[in-house]
């Protein structure tokens, strides 16, 4: 089974731009104002999940 | 719609106001473009700042100041105080700004040199001939603009697209970025002018919790933890926690909160390539230690912006003519950062028992000078020798570098 992806809350972000900052995949951009995971070039490492200081990202990945 | 200048500066914060004013004062004709609405809006900062700032002259009036400070108190984990106070060190301490006032004066002595200003204006790329640089593609509301220039600014922030288009490598390791958020709380019982700061790994993991009062019953309270030991949404629970075991501060209502993130890196290690200068955070020219960046905006946008007035007199926009910038930055601040990201380094080697014992060597002494630097002095003197062996031989090359310089 695929992993599963990051995913962003749009509802939670609030725009800090730390996860855009420490993605080593260059897979999350601004869509409307918000940040937005690429799923195809996201490698679920997670990394985006920890960094998010109010816990918008999730995603299941340990 | 095509347009022309010299200078298009992406991003209007300190660091690109600033640079686009020095270069327009030297001649050049500037351009610096805003994706949001208003300048300095949203403020994403905690709004503390060096009284050194007034030696410089760049800041006209005083409505940017919410307060003068009298000085800082640190606490350590188990709440010793280590105080520096204004009249130890003879009123060398800081204020806290309104920084969305503080970036619009910055803003209009721009104007006021000739650069102009465009808002709502989105970067969406570079212009290229080859890998040359020639400008910025922008949105302005839903037209599209092709702005021809020599040199582009990116003063885009820590996340810097525009140094990303270059090739540039902007991607942060965890380790040197502190994620952030921040409550401006009214309705408070914090009355004296004192910028706190709370450290401990059970407080803020390889950062700090800061009270800043704006002025009678008003403060920044915010948190700072470095990205690798976080984990979701833990800035704002730790912050949380310490809000609601704080007497003074349980009761406050929120006016404003705010998400940001901050590199405490050591320097970019390239901030000009041809036809292309960084300033700001997106050459991450930040005091490790504290987070803070604005005295470095402005030194550094100021020799960036004589630099690139100089450069388009001359018509010569190579690498090589803009790396006067980069000498000037690293000749102005550069050892400090290095420096001040060891001690960083060697701050996160050390346990919540050492911080407490430090903290209880400092309590009595009188700081001759409450700056970073000056607390850092003190602390190199109270350190545990084998703390500074182990940082000696880690750190033996870095160490050797900055010396040299």
């Not at chain 2, 704006?214 to 704002?236: F, H």
């Not at chain 2, 004589?306 to 006067?324: F, G, H, Q, T």
């Amino acid at each position: 089974m695929a992993k599963p992806k990051a995913k962003v809350d749009q509802k939670k972000c609030l725009a800090c731009c730390g996860c855009i900052t420490v993605c080593p995949q260059d897979a999350i951009s601004w869509v409307g104002g918000r940040a937005q995971v690429d799923p195809k070039k996201c490698i679920s490492c997670a990394i985006c999940i920890r960094t998010c200081p109010v816990g918008a990202i999730s995603g299941d990945i340990q | 719609m095509n347009l022309k200048y010299d200078v298009v500066v992406v991003g209007s914060g300190p660091a690109g106001s600033v640079t686009a004013r020095f270069a327009a004062e030297g001649g050049a004709k500037v351009l610096v473009i805003e994706r949001r609405a208003e300048v300095g809006v949203p403020v994403l900062c905690g709004e503390g700042i060096s009284r050194k700032i007034d030696a410089w002259k760049i800041l006209e009036g005083k409505r940017w100041i919410a307060g003068k400070m009298d000085g800082a108190r640190i606490y350590s984990p188990d709440k010793t105080c280590v105080t520096l106070s204004a009249e130890q060190a003879g009123n060398e301490t800081g204020y806290v700004v309104y920084r969305d006032i503080f970036d619009q004066e910055l803003a209009r002595s721009a104007i006021k040199a000739g650069a102009e200003f465009m808002m709502n204006t989105k970067a969406l790329g570079l212009i290229k001939e080859g890998d040359k640089i020639k400008g910025v593609k922008a949105e302005h509301f839903d037209e599209e603009l092709d702005i021809e220039c020599d040199i582009v600014v990116a003063a885009d922030g820590v996340d810097s697209k525009v140094a990303q288009w270059a090739g540039l490598k902007t991607r942060l390791d965890p380790k040197d970025l502190e994620t952030c958020c921040q409550y401006t709380l009214t309705d408070i019982d914090v009355a004296d002018a004192y910028c706190e700061f709370y450290l401990g790994k059970e407080i803020a993991p390889g950062g700090y919790i800061w009270v800043f009062p704006k002025g009678k019953r008003i403060a920044n309270v915010g948190i700072g933890i470095l990205a690798s030991l976080s984990e979701s949404g833990m800035a704002k629970k730790l912050l949380d926690k310490f809000i609601e075991n704080d007497k003074r501060l349980n009761k406050g209502k929120t006016i404003r909160f705010l998400a940001g993130a901050v590199p405490v890196s050591n320097p970019a290690e390239q901030t000009v390539a041809d036809n292309l200068v960084l300033v700001g955070d997106a050459a991450r020219h930040v005091d490790p230690i504290t987070g803070g960046g604005l005295t470095h905006c402005l030194e550094g946008g100021k020799i960036a912006g004589e630099v690139i007035a100089k450069a388009i007199k001359a018509k010569d926009y190579s690498a090589e003519r803009l790396s006067e910038y980069e000498k000037g930055w690293k000749d102005a601040f550069g050892p400090k950062i290095k420096r001040n990201y060891l001690v960083k380094e060697l701050m996160l080697e050390m346990d919540d028992k050492t911080l407490n014992k430090l903290a209880s060597a400092l309590e009595k002494v009188k700081f001759e000078e409450i700056s970073t630097h000056g607390l850092v002095r003190e602390v190199a003197k109270h350190l545990p020798i084998s703390t500074k062996l182990n940082a000696l031989i880690k750190h033996r090359k870095e160490i050797k570098e900055i010396k040299k310089k």
